[in-house]
Structure formats: C-alpha cells, structure tokens
C-alpha cells in the first residue's frame, strides 16, 4: 500500500503536467501553468504554486499550449490555434488552415479567446487619454458655539473640473456665513470659471473670470477677469508645480461709508487694469493631499492697491473612498478695505467634509 501512495502521487503531478501550458526555459528549466497572454517582451504564466508570474521572453527557448491561443507577429498578422514546441525555438500553431511552422524570436505578442489583445487594450487606453472627464467635489462645514457669546457659522463650495488630454476647465463657487451675537461676522461669496490649455510639456496659456461681494468688507461687487500664460516646473502622480502671469481687470463697487453721526460719504468704484499672478501646488503623500493656492492682483494705477487670496489644505481620505476631511488656512486680503474703517486681512481655519465624484 506505501508503494502504491508515491505511483499515485506521480500520476496526479503527470496528468496535472499533460492538462497545463508547458514553458521551457534556455536554462532547461520547465513551467507548468496557464499562459495568460505575452506582452511587452515578456509572458505572464498563472501557477499553482506560486500565483501569477513574469518570464522574460528572451529567456524562453519554446512554449506548449493545451488549449488554443492567439500569436500574433511584427507583421500585424495573428493566428489561432494549439502551439507545440520544439528545441531551438521552434514553435507549430495548429491553425483551421493548417500547420504553420515559426520561432520564438518572431513571436510579438499572445492572448487568450475571449479576452482583448493587447494592440486593442493599448488603442482602448490612448482613446481613453483623449476623452474629456468631468470630477466634481462639494465641501461642506457647519459651526456652532454658545455660552459667553453665540455663533454660528455655515460654509459650502463646490469645483467642477473637464479635464482633457490638453486642456482643463474649471468652475467654481464659495460662499460663508457666520453670525455672532445676531451679528454678522462674515458674509461673503464668489464664483468663477478657469481655462487652462496646454501649448506644450511646461508653457499653457489661461483665461479666467471670478466676481464675488463681501457685505462686511462693504464690497457690494467685485470683477477680476485676466488671461496669460503659466509654467509647469512638475506634473507627476506625486507633485505638481504651476505658477502663472498675466494681464487682466478689476472693478470693485463699493458700499457708502457711514460716519458717526449717520450721514455717508460715497465711495468711488474702482475700475482698473491689473496684473494677474497665481501659483498652484499638490502633493500627494501618504497622509493625504496637499494642496496651495495663492492669487495676487493688484491694480496698474496703484501698485497698492490689490486683493490677495491664499488657501492651504490637507485633504485627509475616510473609509469611504468618495469621501474625505479637509483641513485648511485661508487668507483673503483687501488693501481697500481700510478706507471703510475695515480688516484688510481675513483669516480662516477650517474643518470640512468633502465629497468627490465623477
């Protein structure tokens, strides 16, 4: 009975090795499994013992299939059929018309029935990089507080994106609310649309528009329109750099300023020519993403007079991968806001929920 146990246990490993691809390399050695496909110069075999893996096809010296598979060749022609092998490379496709008789070395890729060639997964792929997608993303944040003074506070913005092989078009829009004491302590919104088109690896050009108020600030309307051309010092899946210049314009309408004994003096609009400067990086890390935004527009007529805007952000991802936390500083700067007995600066930290879809 003990001899009977090893003679049995061959003939599974025999009949295992009969019902599988067969691979022989240069070395001599044999592999035993199912050829999923070769691609790239290399094949990829399905074991049982060790998963999935790569053999270089240079160091392949012939290869045996149980079932048929498709070859193609450098030529663009493909055949279909069960491939046996010989030494020196020599492979026989059994084909509906017959043998056909090549080697390894003309060999340029393989694949199984039913499943995409690889030429045609690669076509899928460039097609793919030349379609415009759209990504949204809404952020949402909610604040309270009671006890020695009462506030509340609500901030939402949303960002839609096209993005192409070329070009991406952006619209925006923000708005915050906060009420302290039944006094308001912010109240402000914007909303704006970006172009950006590639005319190489690092120059693009841009146009964009953002108008907005801020009833605090005694901003009843601003405008800043600009177009230019900006630089990519990296766009990588871990970094992006880009910085931008241009030219554009400004116009503000204010809010009559109102002095102590209730009478108001008006304030005159502001109607200029600008310059426009901005810079946007990303980092992608482990934690999560970084993200710095910063634009600077100050007027041709007066240097001093201009608007910054700065936001920094961690975006921290949550189980659910459509969602995530973000944490953030941003900075809204108005030299103008001074002549209404106002902050120039205001200053942000915020905490918001983030929903990201496409």
Known sequence: MKKLIPLFLVGVITVS??????????????????????????????????????????????????????????????????????????????????????????????????TESPAAKRQAAELAKLERKWSYEAAFDLTGKSGNSDSTGLSTSFRAKLTGPDDTLQFYARANFEETDDVRSADDSRAGVDYANSLNDKWNWYVRSEFGRDVIKDIELYINTAAGFGYTFTKTERRELNVRGGIGYRFESYDDILLPDGSFVPRADLSSASADFGLFHQENMKLGRLVNRLTYTPAFDDFANFRAVHDSSLELPMKSENYSIRLGLSNEYDSEADLSDKDELDTTYYIRLVLNWQ
């Open 17 to 114: 090795c009969l019902e599988a691809d067969t691979i022989v390399t240069k070395n001599g050695s044999s592999i035993y499994g199912k050829i999923i496909g070769i691609e790239g110069g290399k094949m990829k075999v399905a074991t049982d013992f060790a998963g999935e893996i790569e053999i270089d096809k240079a160091q392949i010296d012939h290869f045996s299939s149980d079932e048929p598979i498709f070859v193609s060749f450098e030529s663009g022609s493909s055949y279909v059929g069960k491939v046996t092998g010989t030494e020196n490379g020599e492979l026989t496709i059994a084909t509906q018309d017959g043998d056909l008789s090549t080697s390894i070395d003309k060999v340029n890729e393989s694949w199984q029935p039913g």
